[in-house]
């Protein structure tokens, strides 16, 4: 049973480009929230999306946003990157059963995103 | 809005020696309660959750915690702790509704094991 996935491990990026980061779920779940995860910090909830659509959004600006796919996979996208974007981004999916959501999230690895 | 504490940056016990990690929530009614921990450059694992029902939960490796309405706590707990648990441990909470399962994480514990 494939746990979730991120891609890519590492990225390095320059103040002002764009980056898009990937996450597979968890097979059988259906949920995805991504969580922004400063250094020596806890998690931060950036959004959540079920059904191809943003659900919850956490304090983050307008250059955050994202996608879900048919197949339940997600893409963060951060633009106009700024030397504070710098972290690990964490996947975490879940599931809804007749329309329940259900609290348990599983993490993926995260993507650690430098910002130079 | 939800908040969580977790008292206690770093904690150093010895191995073997007992070990509790601290965590006070604010929200307005019970939330869902978890315990993750992390280990260096890698994901969260889940340790336990507490959604209802008796209020000392099991974990996994051999965790448990308390839930403490009066006191707004959800502390870990473990007996005897072993080289191997050394890692950054976080308190989450999240909201009883429908509307989404957005998680409030503590600012972490980061546990150390001596030999």
């Known amino acids: 049973d494939a746990g979730v996935t991120q891609s890519p491990t590492h990225l390095i990026k320059t103040r002002g480009q764009q980056v898009t980061l990937r996450c597979s779920p968890k097979?059988?779940?259906?949920?995805v929230c991504w969580y922004q995860q400063a250094l020596g910090q806890g998690p931060q909830f950036i959004f959540q999306?079920?059904?191809?659509?943003?659900?919850q959004r956490g304090n983050f600006p307008d250059r955050f946003s994202g996608h879900q796919f048919p197949n339940y996979s997600s893409e963060l996208n951060v633009n106009a990157l700024l030397l504070g974007d710098s972290a690990l981004y964490l996947c975490?999916?879940?599931?809804?059963?007749?329309?329940?959501?259900?609290?348990?999230?599983?993490f993926g690895p995260g993507t650690r995103l430098t910002v130079l | 809005a939800q908040s969580v504490t977790q008292p206690d940056i770093h904690i150093t016990v010895s191995e073997g020696a007992s070990l509790e990690l601290r965590c006070n929530y604010s929200?307005?009614?019970?939330?869902?309660l978890f315990w993750y921990v992390q280990s260096p450059g890698q994901g969260l694992q889940l340790l336990l959750k507490?959604?209802?029902?008796?209020?000392l939960v099991q974990g996994i490796k051999g965790f448990e915690a308390e839930f403490k309405r009066s006191q707004s706590s959800f502390n870990l707990r473990k007996p005897s702790v072993h080289w191997s648990d050394a890692a950054e441990y976080f308190c989450?909470?999240?909201?009883?509704?429908?509307?989404?399962?957005?998680?409030?994480f503590g600012g972490g514990t980061r546990l150390m094991v001596k030999p």
């Open positions: 097979s059988g779940h259906d949920t």
């Open positions: 507490y959604f209802s029902g008796d209020t």
């Open positions: 975490a999916s879940s599931r809804r059963t007749s329309g329940i959501q259900i609290h348990e999230q599983f």
């Open positions: 989450a909470v999240g909201a009883r509704n429908n509307a989404g399962n957005m998680l409030t």
């Open positions: 999306y079920y059904e191809e659509e943003e659900r």
């Open positions: 929200y307005g009614a019970t939330p869902y």
